[in-house]
């Protein structure tokens, strides 16, 4: 099992930054990814940014060059730096890790006032 706790969301106004942060605990060396994904409402959710162990990160083209996903392997931590923020940001954002399974946190409100 692993678990996974979210930090970092919040209000913002347009054009500002925040940085998401995800710890992940239990079971924690067959991860092979993470990621955060969001969901907007009366939205599906979709992927933001994943990161591997080894490997390239991989954005969705409506986030890149604004954020920014990296990982702290010693701390078991992943972060989403968010910055230039846009009212379309707005959605609960979930931190995601993948093992022979996937594994989710339990989300945190992101809300970009214009």
């Known amino acids: 099992q692993v678990q996974l706790v979210e930090s970092g969301g919040g209000l913002v106004q347009a054009g500002g930054s925040l940085r998401l942060s995800c710890a992940a605990s239990?079971?924690?060396?067959?991860?092979?990814?993470m990621g955060w994904y969001r969901q907007a409402p009366g939205k599906q959710r979709e992927l933001v940014a994943a990161?591997?162990?080894?490997?390239?990160?991989n954005y969705a083209d409506s986030v890149k060059g604004r954020f920014s996903i990296s990982r702290d392997n010693a701390k078991n931590t992943v972060y989403l730096q968010m910055n230039s923020l846009k009212p379309e940001d707005t959605a609960v954002y979930y931190c995601?890790?993948?093992?022979?399974?996937?594994?989710w946190g339990q989300g945190t409100q992101v809300t970009v006032s214009s």
């Open positions: 995601n890790a993948q093992t022979h399974r996937s594994y």
């Open positions: 239990g079971i924690i060396f067959g991860i092979t990814a």
């Open positions: 990161i591997p162990s080894t490997g390239v990160a």
